[in-house]
């Protein structure tokens, strides 16, 4: 308590007298308490000190960061940057963090109240603080500098603010957020080890293992004497002897090695292996350390914090004046379980001396005790919240410039920054026997030559910032040009599978032998819907690949698009030879016409988005000419209606450029519809600078207006940003960009981006229906709609590729809700004049015959290689899990669509550098298993026909009912679900009459209630039907009666959809004749019309369930397994009596027999077995 009070009256008069020199002043900031809220409007006011004394006007702003402690005035009176502003006329000011020293935003630091405290709030006080002061100076330069965390949010500020920060210097910032930081305690053992000797090392390795055998052997007094403990250990808590072995572990890496000198570790080290004191050598390892840790760097401590009670106890207290706040502890405590994560874990002792205690759940429940919260046990959300700060700050490859990073190769946390230039504007420099940010002081003679030479980088760099930005920065030169290549042409088959046409046509190519070998491989892009592209066969990760290997690349354009023409124009009936079967076989006559050329060389194929899936589909058809295919954001599942497509842009945006960006979009939308339903569109038309007036009238055109917008955004905007463009236009749209003009409304925000920035040189857009639909209608080559492909993609996703991004009226978007399935079969009747569009179950036919030739997300094929950016709105049209071990899916966080074609580069993302890795590897692979063999070569893996999962439920339900949810039937997923105690779901040890007690018929029915309900939220709320045999499918029956809002009837929904509701209808009230005649006690007629073999018996209920059991299963097993479409529509037909119109049926049951009859399994029987004993 007393070195507390000490430390906390060094702080204040540090402060105090600090404000008196160099003319410190303080000032206050106005700011919001919560910046992204329109809810909360509380304000507060931040502290800042400020330093003139050097200032002449128009010089530069430099703003030191603070951080988890309250805000210093070091570094705005002496230093590297302080010296900066002496030469450059500039103002200094330092930042006080919020929550930390006087700036405190709420009553106290409780959890409710610290819910402000994160960095996203942190960076945007910086923001505007920031502008404040550059308005204040005269829009002068402003840079940012700060160590540590603090350093982190200076990058991250310039990050986010770049039209307001010039630049930033992060002195040992730890950009990159993780849970648990495994490198830490290495990284402390590695430094001791590497100064002052292995021996060094193993002294405390021999200490802290005296310290757990004594705390296993329950005697540790010697040890709470030697080290002074304040209390003593509790021998039966665990969570002492960890707090212990951690707090001596982190007072060494935080307070002593992070600020220490080499030849000041080398000392300590020196009194630990006992070389001070020859003549009176320590007794044991425990002494020997205890001699340094105890005895020299903490001899002015009067007793030492030891139990865990005691040091949750004082990050416990919430008030402003505790000891933990006054700190800063507290605080920044809550920021480690929230945001930064980094908990310095034992991981089980590995590569450290410090004991194998201290591990995430010790930290967890570190966490739970200071806030009084459970939610820190969820490993979600942990892990949730800290990686939110890399998908929002880019982690160690954020996408920024103009920033400068500096490392000292002692300090603990080194391993959280990068250790190479993120690009060429944003060097990295690691010093060599330097702790943390040791480069902050100014320039001196004594320093390391690294050192020097560091501080002296630091202050060209940001003298070159702040030129920039009164200058412009200079143009880098211009990038060498491209090797050359050839264009040639191919003869193909217009139709690879008809023996009756025999036309041919040339397919174009792109040849670069530039860097071909003999004997070198070949390597062929995969051209989409698109011209074909030049660039991937002359520069890209397969181009280096191509370059180390000698081969040959050539880029193929897909038939229909660019110069490929098979025939006169594109109109109906030109384009049936435009089809995914086609442009396959493309792919395997020229893959073979190259193998042949250049010597059966090994042929690798590649292509992005729909190229890529090409690619696939040609390795899996011919995997004896092609023997290897990576495809990038490949959608390889073909099916009518993507429901994920917005949803998947809609989270993008809003993980990115936080949830007030697409709360704008979806505003404006609103605005869009309410001004159509008025009826009156003009607004609407000049700011969006629509081309035609919309007709109010017709519901296609505020549909296509919807679609036009939403499908840019898409396409054309999110499918190729970058993490901080989207972030930048999100500023621009919230209007940050310009706070003193703000906008009208959200439209008017909106418009600010869509039409003035992202379409500005657009004269007007094409917003009515009639408009785009006469583009698309034009089958000429030279037509605007053919030239550019439109024409044909469209075909291609009316016929086979499907994937139509409708609205799914807004759920999980803000982009309106009239673009529906209707609305795009409409489009493809228009645009190709035929109705054969209308019929929902062509299209359905054709575009899942696509899935049933290649196997959708589950085709049977090996060495493949498919990628997928995070951020691609398509990514939801392919795997995210591998198909095999011979073909991996890689999915990357905060990469949009293809971003892993390019090279590698050292600017990349982790994932992004580590998948082009991967890539390249996987290719070099296969090279050498086409030329030598796989070391076991697989047999092409059949499409799982399932996948087994397991669902955790409770041994013993509660006895009320389920809340109810649902499953997934109809169109999709299918699922088998083994009774409990039975098969491998073993609820018990085993089976003895004492533990079959949980084995009951109610039990097994709250299992299938509780597992629909799991699979109706996984499958998006979609219908549920459970069907069996036998007692499951009495507990199908029983479960549907128990859960009636969870589970569906089985057949209804399919006989409504094929024969019309009339049929199910006449089944219903079949049933309830049954029901009546039942409860009247009379079944004579129910008997003799259904044809059953024995009577009902009215007093026994279970036969009444039983008979509507059986003909239940009969339906379902004899209609709906073995039917087709036809067959269903022909037994309504029956039932509703329009095949005997001059034979009307008594009733319903009448009805519903003469049908039942003939499909009914007995139907050969003299009679119904229903009533039979099982």
């Known amino acids: 308590m007393r070195a507390l009070v000490i430390l906390i009256l060094t702080i204040i008069c540090h402060l105090t007298s600090s404000q008196h020199d160099h003319g410190i002043r303080v000032g206050w900031l106005n700011l919001p308490v919560d910046h992204f809220s329109t809810n909360q409007r509380l304000n507060w006011d931040i502290r800042y000190f400020i330093n003139d004394e050097h200032y002449v006007a128009d010089g530069p702003i430099f703003i030191y960061i603070g951080g988890t402690h309250p805000a210093y005035t070091d570094f705005i009176q002496t230093g590297n940057v302080f010296e900066i502003a002496q030469e450059t006329g500039g103002v200094l000011l330092s930042l006080e963090h919020r929550y930390f020293g006087e700036s405190r935003p709420t009553l106290d630091t409780s959890f409710e109240n610290l819910q402000w405290l994160t960095i996203h709030q942190v960076v945007a006080d910086i923001g505007r603080f920031a502008s404040f002061m550059r308005q204040r100076y005269n829009d002068a330069p402003v840079i940012l500098f700060g160590r540590g965390y603090a350093g982190s949010l200076a990058v991250w500020a310039r990050q986010k603010y770049p039209n307001v920060i010039d630049g930033a210097w992060g002195s040992s910032a730890p950009l990159n957020a993780i849970v648990e930081d495994f490198n830490y305690f290495p990284n402390v053992q590695q430094t001791i080890s590497n100064i002052g000797g292995p021996e060094c090392t193993q002294v405390i390795a021999d200490a802290f293992q005296i310290i757990e055998d004594a705390f296993e052997a329950g005697n540790v007094t010697f040890i709470e004497e030697r080290f002074r403990l304040c209390e003593p250990l509790d021998i039966g808590n665990s969570y002492d002897i960890t707090r212990f072995q951690y707090q001596i572990a982190r007072e060494i890496g935080e307070n002593f090695l992070s600020h220490a000198s080499y030849a000041m570790i080398d000392e300590k080290c020196i009194i630990m292996r006992g070389l001070d004191q020859p003549d009176n050598p320590p007794m044991d390892a425990l002494d020997a350390f205890a001699r340094w840790f105890v005895d020299d760097f903490n001899r002015e401590r009067e007793c030492m914090y030891g139990t865990n009670a005691e040091h949750v106890r004082i990050y416990q207290d919430p008030a402003w004046d505790s000891i933990s706040t006054l700190n800063g502890y507290r605080q920044a405590l809550w920021l480690n379980c929230v945001q930064r994560g980094a908990f310095p874990v034992a991981n089980n002792g590995q590569d450290h001396p410090f004991g194998r205690r201290f591990d995430l759940r010790f930290f967890e429940q570190w966490c739970v005790d200071a806030f009084g919260s459970d939610i820190f046990l969820d490993p979600w959300f942990m892990q949730d919240t800290i990686n939110s700060v890399n998908r929002n700050f880019g982690g160690l490859n954020p996408a920024i410039y103009r920033i400068f990073l500096t490392h000292g190769e002692m300090d603990p946390i080194r391993s959280l920054g990068p250790s190479n230039d993120i690009n060429q504007n944003s060097p990295v420099v690691v010093m060599s026997l330097q702790s943390h940010s040791r480069d902050m002081g100014s320039p001196d003679d ?72 003999e004997n070198g491989p070949i390597f062929i892009f995969i051209g989409g819907p698109e011209y074909i592209p030049d660039e991937w066969i002359l520069r890209g990760n397969i181009f280096d690949v191509a370059q180390t290997q000698g081969g040959v690349l050539a880029a193929l354009e897909m038939r229909y698009f660019g110069l490929s023409r098979p025939t006169a124009d594109t109109s109906f009936e030109n384009l049936r030879w435009l089809t995914i079967s086609q442009a396959v076989a493309d792919i395997g006559r020229f893959a073979a016409f190259m193998k042949r050329r250049y010597l059966e060389a090994p042929v690798i194929v590649w292509g992005r988005g729909f190229g890529g899936s090409l690619a696939v589909w040609a390795r899996q058809k011919y995997p004896n000419v092609i023997d290897g295919a990576w495809a990038s954001s490949a959608p390889i599942n073909a099916i009518l209606e993507d429901l994920h497509y917005f949803p998947n842009i809609h989270e993008t945006i809003s993980n990115i450029g936080g949830p007030e960006c697409t709360q704008i979009i979806a505003d404006a939308f609103r605005i869009i519809e309410d001004a159509f339903d008025g009826g009156n569109m003009t607004q609407v038309e000049e700011r969006l600078r629509v081309c035609q007036p919309l007709d109010t009238g017709n519901g296609y055109d505020i549909a296509r207006l919807q679609y036009q917008i939403a499908r840019e955004i898409g396409e054309n905007f999110v499918s190729h940003a970058s993490y901080p463009m989207i972030d930048e236009k999100c500023i621009i749209m919230r209007g940050l960009d310009q706070p003193d003009n703000p906008p009208i409304d959200a439209l008017d925000a909106f418009a600010r981006w869509y039409v003035d920035d992202f379409n500005r040189e657009r004269e007007c857009m094409y917003g009515t229906n009639e ?15 053919t030239l550019n492909g439109y024409r044909q993609t469209l075909w291609l996703n009316c016929v086979q590729r499907g ?9 999980g978007h803000p982009f309106g809700t009239r673009f529906d399935m209707n609305f795009m079969r409409r489009w493809c009747v228009e645009a190709f004049d035929n109705d054969i569009f209308l019929d929902p179950w062509w299209m359905e036919d054709t575009i899942n015959s696509v899935n049933r030739n290649f196997g959708g997300l589950n085709p049977a094929i090996y060495r493949v290689f498919l990628t997928y950016g995070e951020m691609d709105p398509i990514r939801s049209l392919g795997p995210s899990n591998d198909i095999n071990q011979n073909s991996p899916v890689v999915v990357m966080p905060m990469q949009s669509h293809a971003r892993d074609l390019g090279s590698p580069d050292d600017t990349d ?19 050498e298993y086409a030329r030598h063999g796989e070391p076991q070569p697989p047999a092409p893996p059949a499409p799982p026909q399932f996948t087994t999962h397991w669902f955790n439920l409770p041994l013993d339900h509660p006895a009320q009912a389920l809340v109810p949810i649902g499953i997934f039937t109809q169109g999709g997923v299918l699922a088998a679900l083994e ?60 479960a549907r009666q128990k859960y009636p809002n969870i589970i569906l009837q089985m057949s209804f929904r399919t006989i409504n959809n094929i ?3 009339e049929c199910g209808e006449v089944i219903r009230e079949a049933f309830q004749l049954i029901e009546e005649h039942y409860e009247a006690g009379d079944t004579s007629y129910v008997e003799e019309r259904l044809r059953l073999c024995q009577p009902i018996d009215i007093g026994n209920g279970y036969d009444i369930a039983r008979l509507q059991h059986w003909i239940a299963q009969d339906i379902g097993r004899n209609l709906f397994s073995n ?43 003299a009679c119904n077995l229903a009533m039979k004993n099982m």
């Open 446 to 517: 004594t320093d390391n030559v690294v050192l020097q030479n560091t501080k002296i980088r630091v202050r060209e760099t940001i003298l070159e910032w702040i030129q920039y930005a009164r200058e412009g920065e200079p143009q880098p030169p211009p990038p060498p040009g491209p090797p050359a290549y050839e264009t040639r042409w191919f003869n193909l088959p217009l139709d690879h599978f008809s023996t009756s046409e025999r036309r041919n046509w040339d397919v174009r190519y792109l040849l670069n032998e530039n860097v071909y070998r």
């Open 771 to 785: 408009e785009v639909v006469r583009i698309y209608q034009d089958p000429a080559w030279d037509s605007i709609s």
């Open 803 to 811: 994937a139509f991004s409708v609205a799914n009226n807004g759920q």
């Open 909 to 927: 993302y982790v994932v992004l550098q580590e998948t082009k890795r991967r890539v390249q590897q996987a290719v070099y692979d296969w090279i």
């Open 979 to 1038: 009774m409990r105690y039975f098969g491998q779901s073993r609820p018990t040890l085993n089976a003895t009459f004492e533990n079959l007690q949980w084995l009951t018929i109610s039990q097994a029915v709250a299992d299938i209630g509780r597992f629909a309900s799991f699979m109706r939220q996984r499958y998006l709320e979609a219908p549920v039907i459970v069907w069996g045999s036998g007692l499951g499918g009495s507990l199908a029956v029983w």
């Open 1059 to 1061: 024969g019309g509701p």
């Open 1123 to 1165: 039917s087709r479409y036809p067959d269903i529509d022909e037994k309504c037909i029956i039932m509703r009596g329009l095949d005997a119109p001059d034979n009307p049926a008594v009733d319903a049951l009448d009805a519903f027999a003469r049908w039942y009859l003939m499909i009914s399994i007995e139907k050969e029987l």
